[in-house]
């Protein structure tokens, strides 16, 4: 079981990014899937989240209306498209699952709950230079 999340790099502000979060071993379409980041000394937060359904999402204020969160169930992967980056964007990138079920849709559980968050990948390094 793993998850891995790629895409990141070094962009310029004003510039785009898309995020990918892979996993192997087993299925992404059971969870939600949250995309986390974490800046040099500060504490991690959360970014966005995507229902295990696909029916809801959710975006920190810092990041609506510039960050899309999206899946693809054929390659197993959640993305998150980031445009219009700043510098304050800057940080490490990762993705986690939360929660199970094969019957019913699992719904985000808030981006402040990382403890909900049970499978977490090893990150990506996203820089935006101003």
């Known amino acids: 079981v793993q998850l891995q999340a790629s895409g990141g790099g070094l962009v310029q502000a004003g510039g785009s990014l898309r995020l990918s979060c892979a996993a192997t071993?087993?299925?992404?379409?059971?969870?939600?899937v949250g995309w986390f980041r974490q800046a040099p000394g500060k504490q991690r937060e959360g970014v966005s989240c995507?229902?295990?359904?696909?029916?809801?999402?959710e975006y920190a204020d810092s990041v609506q209306g510039r960050f899309t969160i999206s899946r693809d169930r054929a390659k197993n992967t959640v993305y998150l498209q980031m445009n219009s980056l700043k510098p304050e964007d800057t940080a490490v990138y990762y993705c986690?699952?939360?929660?199970?079920?094969?019957?019913?849709?699992?719904?985000?559980?808030?981006?402040?709950?990382?403890?909900?968050?049970?499978?977490w990948g090893r990150g990506t390094q996203v820089t935006v230079s101003s």
């Open positions: 995507i229902s295990s359904g696909d029916s809801s999402t």
């Open positions: 071993g087993f299925s992404l379409d059971y969870y939600a």
């Open positions: 986690a699952t939360h929660s199970f079920s094969l019957v019913t849709e699992v719904t985000c559980p808030g981006l402040s709950r990382e403890d909900d968050f049970n499978y």
